[in-house]
């Protein structure tokens, strides 16, 4: 095996089905985490045309994939927090996903389910993580002048909440997270950002 593609880990539960009805907490950081989007003032952050972006194609993503039901997110300088739902028959009513149904039960991690083939299948996390970034990678680029550079890191984080206490906690992380910003995990101190955008 040639040593130019490393083993990478991958960041997925084995052997979980990510097309499964529930709630995820998605992270996606930008390229060598740098601070695209914009800054952070007074707990707050002001986007940046870029980061402008990066909003307008979260929000049009359930229009793009109706099985998605957004909750709770915030744009960062230099990564993204959300909570999404997959929906399904089971748990909507009309077109609309009834948050309790999935909140009223432990959402179990099966640990002997098959393992999905390579690549993500169509309305599963990856399939949707794909398309926003590819979306977002697009007009960015196009924006700039900047045809084939990166916007993202390669993966993403995502975490399956298994119930309404988690739920919350992670709503409220989400909600804090601006104000944090000096504490982040991902921060850089590199201001401005992309002067200019």
Known sequence: MSKLYPNRKSLRLKGY???????????????????LFGEIQNGELTPNQLGKIVVEEW???VDIRRELELYDWILMPNHFHGIIAIKSPEICRGDRLVAHSVMECE??????????????????????IAGFKAAVTTKI???????????????????VIRNEPEFNRIKEYIQNNPMQWEEDCFF?????SISGL
């Open 17 to 35: 089905d990510y097309s499964a009805p529930g709630f995820y907490f998605l992270t996606i950081c930008a390229h060598n985490k740098q601070n």
């Open 107 to 128: 959402i179990q991690i099966p640990g002997d389910q098959p393992v999905a083939p390579t690549g993500p299948k169509s309305k599963t996390i990856g399939a949707f």
């Open 188 to 192: 850089k101190k590199i201001y401005p």
């Open 59 to 61: 929000i049009k993503s």
């Open 141 to 159: 680029n196009t924006l700039r002048h900047t045809p084939g550079a990166q916007v993202w890191q390669r993966n993403y984080y995502e975490h």
